[in-house]
């Protein structure tokens, strides 16, 4: 059992390894903390915590370092999350404030979360599958091209060119938006995408010209609804990762194939345990399954009428889980906060 005390240490040689990447000793606790008692007492302590393998000597003689559990530890019952001041509060307010859609405030959100943290800042992308489809829009770029524009009670927007091999009038277009919009608007995502599916079989093979121009808008607008049931992230300071290669043990290749896949992250994201609050944390080698040892990610859920989803950073197992955690529960917050303004608005 670790000792009040010991837990104190403990927290002190979180924050002085955080702030210094040197190994703390136990002369130096004694400088910069007020524990009252001696170097040869709070080395004590640090065997104590040694022994239930909190922290480690990483070169013989040396001061130590908390481990993954150390940090675990720390997380769970002794960091205090460290507010935004008021300076980054209307910062963030700023840069959030007024997005052209929900693509935009998410781009914006992982923008500003990276340059508060210096993390890798990810945010994910609430499940659209029970949205349902509010508008259809075709518009005409001349000769063949058609952009197709769908939009859902949530927000979510899609835009994208059309090929339909036959050159369109103003008249042509605007009958395939009937059709289209007859076809898809007022259904859920996820019974949109059969119902495109079965009016493009019902199209006759050699039909008219109509036919075939609404055969090629229909197979756009079945893709972009099938990617709307897609899990998504958007995320930003990759780099960041390279500028801190030396708190990480081995290679940082692992991560950035992660970070380029994105399904790996996924399913980390989604399986991570919140607590009351919202919060979460998965701290180096909880990670091992996921391939991502070397690394930690903490969340906070945010709230959309499609559901929960999280925003997030991730980074060395040696960060600033106050402060980081603290970002990560405002930010969210902010973004329930304009959802649901948004929202309210329509």
């Known amino acids: 059992m670790v000792s009040e005390r010991g837990l104190e240490v403990l927290r002190a040689i979180v924050q002085d390894y955080v ?43 040396s001061g130590r370092v908390p481990t993954d559990k150390g940090y675990r530890v720390f997380v769970n019952h002794l960091a205090e999350l460290r507010p935004l001041s008021p300076a980054q509060r209307s910062a963030i307010s700023a840069f959030l404030a007024d997005p052209a859609d929900l693509d935009d405030l998410l781009a914006r959100t992982v923008r500003a979360l990276t340059q508060l943290t210096g993390q890798v800042a990810l945010v994910q992308y609430p499940s659209f599958e029970r949205a349902t489809v509010t508008h259809v829009e075709l518009v005409h770029l001349g000769g063949s091209r058609v952009v197709v524009i769908l939009v859902t009670d949530t927000g979510r927007v899609s835009q994208r060119i059309a090929l339909v091999a036959e050159d369109l009038d103003e008249t042509d277009v605007a009958a395939l938006r009937a059709r289209a919009s007859v076809l898809v608007t007022g259904q859920p995502v996820r019974d949109g995408v059969a119902v495109v599916a079965a009016a493009v079989d019902a199209l006759p093979v050699d039909g008219t ?59 980390l994201v989604g399986e991570m345990v919140a607590d009351e609050q919202g919060l979460a944390a998965s701290i180096g080698r909880e990670n091992e399954p996921f391939g991502l040892a070397e690394a930690s990610v903490v969340t906070a859920d945010y709230d959309t009428r499609a559901g929960t989803a999280r925003v997030g950073l991730l980074g060395p197992v040696r960060m600033d889980y106050p402060s980081n955690l603290g970002a990560v529960r405002a930010v969210a917050r902010y973004l329930s906060r304009l959802l649901d303004e948004d929202e309210r608005a329509r």
């Open 209 to 267: 010209r109509s036919d075939r121009a609404l055969r090629m808008v229909l197979r756009v607008v079945g893709e972009e609804l099938e990617e709307f049931r897609q899990d998504r992230l958007v995320m930003a300071g990759t780099a960041s990762l390279a500028r801190s290669e030396g708190d990480f043990r081995g290679s940082i290749s692992p991560l950035l194939e992660a970070l380029e896949e994105q399904v790996t992250l996924l399913r």
């Open 19 to 61: 702030s210094t990447r040197e190994p703390v000793g136990s002369k130096s606790i004694v400088d910069r903390h007020s524990f009252g008692v001696s170097a040869a007492t709070i080395r004590n302590d640090m065997a104590l915590l040694e022994d239930e393998e909190l922290i480690v000597a990483p070169h013989t003689s």
